[in-house]
């Protein structure tokens, strides 16, 4: 090979190399997207501890099945939820961001779901006292709080107050044209997703929001298990052998679920405290599969707040209990899963401390 020949053939090696490590633009390298150690399995939202230490986010890695401890703040060294008086209550994916929200002053927090880096927070404040978030387009979403829910711009996290509702609120979901929120003092209140003005009020719902993929919006009122049309608002309804109760006492979301792949709802028998030791599976349109507990926690323990969840990729129910009792029996956690369509326990994952687990976020 003569010397043109080589450099040449240095030269087109150089420049593929640089085309597939980086892009460049106006002459500043752009590094590819870190690959995400987050994307097979699930997280775990803890409450925290009270007055002992913040919250913190458990990882279910589905490729080794085990579970990865305080996740968060192993990927973001420096920053957590602080102040030991907030917990960590509620949190949701949205636009490939994991929102993560804090009551009793504390954060929202806003991480990459798939890398847990922090992209962006809405400082801690003795003024907040955040309960959930639903996203509503790429630069907006709105916040519950004690006082109300706020609409806050996603990209400078500025939060104004929204009116039609007032007291302390608590989970909201997007479908169709509408937005549903839920209300201590006013039930259900539904807004119009396009102007966020109010369409309907709702007296009385305890338990909200869960869609089942007929698209029907599901939430509970005195002994009925209601579903609601998200572009017609018409309603239908089913008599549950309990009568849920509302989770406004030291808040907690709602304790309902539905399937993605058949329209089934899921639910918790459980006192407005959290706790209890019943699931219960509502079939549409099969009555009869009300007739029992779907799933009952083993002996010796209980759920503790929203502890279901549905994981999609396995189709299965997955729930956490604490063992009963005070003290350091809620230091003793179990995580389990179950056939969604079955109820046959699958596997279970021991772990101790206090953790006292909220709810789980599913990609």
């Not at 230490?53 to 890695?61: K, P, Q």
């Not at 369409?199 to 029907?216: H, M, R, S």
Request: charged fraction near 20%; glycine fraction near 10%.
């Amino acid at each position: 090979m003569n010397n043109f020949s080589l450099k040449k053939s240095l030269l087109l090696a150089v420049l593929a190399g640089t085309l597939f490590s980086c892009k460049k633009d106006n002459n500043q390298e752009i590094q590819q997207p870190e690959q995400g150690k987050f994307e097979d399995g699930f997280f775990v939202i803890n409450e925290g501890w009270y007055g002992h230490g913040t919250g913190s986010i458990t990882f279910f890695d589905a490729v080794s099945g085990t579970l990865k401890d305080s996740v968060f703040q192993k990927e973001n060294p420096g920053k957590d939820f602080e102040p030991k008086s907030s917990t960590i209550q509620f949190a949701t994916i949205f636009n490939k961001n994991l929102y993560v929200v804090s009551k009793i002053g504390g954060p929202v927090v806003v991480a990459d779901a798939k890398t847990l880096k922090e992209i962006g927070r809405i400082p801690a404040s003795p003024q907040s006292d955040w309960r959930a978030f639903v996203g509503l387009d790429e630069n907006n979403g709105l916040l519950s709080s004690s006082k109300g829910i706020f609409k806050v711009n996603l990209k400078t996290y500025a939060a104004t107050q929204l009116a039609g509702t007032s007291g302390q609120t608590g989970d909201m979901f997007k479908a169709g044209k509408y937005v549903y929120t839920l209300s201590q003092s006013e039930g259900a209140v539904i807004y119009n997703a396009a102007d966020l003005t109010v369409v309907k009020k709702i007296k009385d719902v305890t338990l909200g929001f869960a869609q089942t993929p007929n698209n029907k919006v599901w939430y509970t009122k005195g002994k009925f298990l209601y579903n609601s049309d998200p572009l017609t608002l018409a309603t239908d309804s089913v008599e549950l052998p309990f009568t849920p109760v509302g989770t406004w006492f030291a808040w907690f979301s709602s304790p309902i679920i539905a399937s993605t792949q058949e329209n089934t709802v899921y639910l918790l028998k459980s006192p407005g405290f959290g706790g209890g030791k019943m699931l219960y599976r509502y079939i549409e349109g099969n009555k009869a599969s009300l007739d029992q507990p779907f799933i009952t926690t083993p002996d010796k323990q209980s759920f503790y707040k929203k502890n279901l969840g549905y994981y999609a990729k396995t189709n299965q129910i997955v729930t956490t209990t604490v063992q009963d009792g005070y003290g350091t029996n809620y230091g003793v956690n179990n995580i389990y899963f179950y056939d969604a369509t079955s109820g046959n326990l699958v596997k279970k994952i021991p772990y101790e401390g206090y953790y006292f687990p909220a709810t789980f976020v599913f990609h």
